[in-house]
């Protein structure tokens, strides 16, 4: 085992990981930032997408090591400092974004690497951006319309 630092959520942090030890496991194991979830361990799902160093990646892909020194953001950085909810988070809490949840640190880390690379993309655009990512339960209509509104762009209000 060797002690691994980086930069997650904008402090240094460190913990031991062996060589095979993945990015995601390593935020949730040894840093305990558990809000990027493992899902399906084959790159297929999403929803362990994290930002490295600016970049969305699933952090299923990547080993700790290799990334020593890197600039990581999870789900658990993109509120404020005080809890409030960023921008993308509250959109998908607004537009019901989510069911169950499982996903939705993968959608709205996705969400806001699009939005960085284009502010105002459009519902296909959202749609393609999107294609890596897995919802078993929402049909992506309300996670469409939150990006969308997290954009700016006005969408309908969801019912009820």
Not at 42 to 67: I, M, N, R, Y
Not at 91 to 102: N, P, R, S, V
Request: charged residues 15%; proline residues 4%.
């Amino acid at each position: 085992m060797t002690d691994v630092t980086m930069t997650v959520n904008g402090t240094a942090r460190s913990a031991p990981a062996e060589g095979r030890t993945l990015l995601v496991d390593w935020l949730r194991d040894g840093l305990h930032l558990t809000g990027t979830h493992v899902g399906c361990d084959t790159s297929q799902c999403g929803a362990c997408v994290v930002h490295l160093d600016g970049a969305p990646v699933k952090a299923c892909t990547v080993l700790a090591q290799e990334v020593e020194g890197a600039e990581i953001t999870t789900i658990e950085g993109m509120a404020a400092p005080d809890g409030t909810l960023g921008k993308v988070q509250a959109a998908f809490q607004e537009h019901h974004g989510l069911q169950c949840g499982f996903c939705t640190s993968g959608m709205v880390m996705a969400a806001a690497a699009l939005l960085e690379e284009n502010p105002t993309p459009t519902e296909e655009e959202v749609r393609h951006y999107l294609e890596g990512n897995i919802c078993r339960c929402t049909g992506y209509h309300n996670i469409v319309k939150s990006v969308l509104a997290a954009s700016g762009q006005s969408v309908e209000p969801v019912a009820g």
